[in-house]
Every structure is written in structure tokens, then in C-alpha cells.
């Protein structure tokens, strides 16, 4: 499939045809994300530090793991548009620092694109970035670099205000110049809403069946681990349950001394030679 870009995107929205987004991480899940020729967008989420790093929170990634990671990724996608998250501290300071930071995502990290929390509070860096020639996805809704601030990962929207709020976020940052965004974790009918607001495509995580595609974290979809499974995530492969049998089946092999077969995965000396050497 010939490399994914912005205005393809825009064409699957406007042919009502369902982008699909999953996360990677590294060179391997870059591989995996790039196997099917349905895959349109790679994210290197900073959903890294959960399930990748071992951190309880996407606070704790810097920008420099993000760099190294998004390298990984690239070196393993072939059509999938790139798009990696700026770490949390990466766009909050100045615009200046934003624009500084996005461009070493697109040097060193080698991504096409970056994405940012917020609404209407990043509207410049977005503006910015923008104009400077990096592609922009937005990520409206529930907000994970806010979990201490929202006292937890919660559904956001579902009340009046909190509804409002979101669209009037969807529209400020589409106006920004956001070329898609990603709506988490709202009700069904508010991801049919902004949908239908806006003229970018959205990519929808527990947004419901009507946004203009989906996303999920590859370990979530992959079921490569058997944490806390949100309502939002279907597991569309048993990963772990694969990789623990067959991580016993090897301990036992050596173990039992059935691996490795002396004929079949051994080398073998020439006889005179052994001979010889002896
Ligand atoms: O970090 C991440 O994996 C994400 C997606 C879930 C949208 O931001
Ligand atoms: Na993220």
C-alpha cells in the first residue's frame, strides 16, 4: 500500500470508510501495526510508560524516551501515516519550546505528525506548529497527562457544561488547523455530535461506533498483558496466554532435556577431525 497521508485521510472520512489507528511502541509492534494493508495511522502513544516502561502514569515519560521509542517505530513502518504523543512538559511552557520540542519528534524521532492533549489552552502551540509545517492531532475529552488534576481517568462530557466544553475544544483546535482528532472516553451521542461538527476526521477510544475511525493501545487489542481492561477495549488477540505457554514450555524442554535435539538442532564436527583433535 503506498505510504498514508493527510489528504488520504481526509479522503476515508469523506468516503465514510473507518480509519483504524493502534499505538507502537517499538520496532517489533511497528511491524505488527504496518502487517495489514488496513492500518492507516501508527501512534507512539505515551501510553508507552504503562505498558511499555513500567510507569504508573504518561507524566512520568520524557521526551527524550519518546525520541528513542518513536525511532524504533519508524525504522519498523512502512504505510501507516506516523503520528507520536508529546510527552507531558513538552508543550506546556512556552511556544517556542513546543515548536522546538515538535521538531526534534520530527528529526530525531522521524514521525509525520505529533498530538497534544488540551482544548482551547493549546490553541496557539497548535496554531504554531501548524503554521510551521507539523501536522497537528488533537485529543479532546479524557485527558490521561490530567489524571491528578481530574482525580482519575474518568468519562468526560456527560454532563451539559462538561458536553459543551468539549465541542466548543473540537471546534477552537480544528480552527487551529488540527488535521484529525482523537475524542476519548465520551459518551456515543457526543462522539456522533462532534463528528458531525467538524470537518477533520475523528478517531474515536470509548467515543462510540460513529466517529470517523478508532484507536486502541496494541497491548490492550493484543491482550498482551491482563491488567485493568476498560469498558471501551475489546481484546481482539490473547497475546499472553500464547507467550506464557509457550515461555514454560522452553523452561521445561531444557529442563527435561528434550532441547536441544543433539541431531536436528546441534552442530556436528567431522568425525576425523574430532579424531584428530582428541
Ligand atoms: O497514548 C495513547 O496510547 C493514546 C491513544 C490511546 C489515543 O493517546
Ligand atoms: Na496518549
Known sequence: RKKVTIQALNALRAS???????TAYDYPSALACSSSTLTD???????????????????QLTLREMIHHAQAVSRGTT?????ADMPFGSYHTTTADAVANAVRLVQEG???????????????VVRRLTEVGIPVMAHIGLLPQRHSALSGY?????????????VQDAL????????????????????KYITEQLKIPTIGIGAGPWTNGQVLVYDDAMGTWSGHKAKFVRRFANLKEVRDTGIQKYAEAVRDGSFPDENTESYAMDKELWQKFL
Not at 16 to 22: A, G, S
Not at 46 to 58: M, R
Not at 110 to 124: A, F, Q, S, T
Open 110 to 124: 522521524r514521525v509525520e505528525g505529533v498530538k497534544l492533549e488540551g482544548g482551547k489552552e493549546i490553541v496557539d
Open 79 to 83: 504505510h501507516p501515516f506516523l503520528v
Open 16 to 22: 465514510k470508510t473507518p480509519i483504524t489507528m493502534i
Open 154 to 166: 474518568k468519562v468526560q462530557g456527560r454532563s451539559v457544561e462538561g458536553a459543551k466544553r468539549v
Open 41 to 59: 495511522i501508527t501512534l507512539v502513544g505515551d501510553s508507552l510508560a504503562q505498558v511499555c516502561l513500567g510507569y504508573s502514569s504518561t507524566t
Open 172 to 191: 477552537a483546535l480544528q480552527d487551529a488547523g488540527a488535521f484529525a482528532m482523537v475524542v476519548e472516553a465520551v459518551p456515543k451521542e457526543l462522539g
